[in-house]
């Protein structure tokens, strides 16, 4: 009986405290996220350091030598210290381009498409307006470098955030229905350019790839957030709340 007793005892102790030995886990395993857009973002600053302040294109084609992306080797690869891969894809993926949380275990960010140097015609030119560039002298505080975004097979999406034909800037961080439904990945279709599930809390609503819950960013200037929906999109308005911007338009396109 005094055995059962103790049994009863360290049985009720472990529920007690696997809650929050998970709950340190969780948190343990953000920080690495937060870590790796970091070092991510550093990179490419870097980068940019050595090219006139700008960061790398992004094209699907070109004259000479075909599509560029950020995650070329000659790029972020070089100035985060790794050796080029010998294959694309490589044939092992550096564990600071994956999250923690990320389930596939696969490329889990991407840069921005309006912070590139060079991107596609068909980029800026959507709904017969021109879009812009994040000109050199842009405000860094605001724009997004990088984000968490769907994960994927390597190169399959290297970018986020260019405007559809109806898409608003809040459309993109998932309110008012979200982006035009699009194929992501692992992911099967969803609505949003952002991958809020990774850090989603336990009691704040969402599920699946639903446009709720929390998102790592990292900003120009250097420093990396995590963002919920709520930090990005007013529920009230519909609109986006400033916090973050993806092109120099996003205040008039909101």
Known sequence: MELLVVVGIIAALIALLLPALESARAQARTVVCMSNIRQLGLALRMYAGDFNQEYPPNTTALTKGGPLSWLDADKVWHYLGYAPPTTIPPPVIPRVFVCPDDPYGQ?????DIWASVQVDKSVTNTAGVIEELWPRNRKSAGLILLSESWSCSWNQFPTIGKFG???TTAQMFGAMGGD???TAGFWGTVNCDLAYMRHRKGHGGGSGTQPIG???????DGHAALCSNQDLVNAQ???STGLAAWSPLDFIRN
């Open 107 to 111: 490329q889990s960010y991407s840069m």
């Open 165 to 167: 034909d109806t898409t």
């Open 180 to 182: 035009p439904p699009f």
């Open 214 to 220: 929390r998102v790592m960013i990292c900003f120009d």
């Open 237 to 239: 308005t519909g609109q």
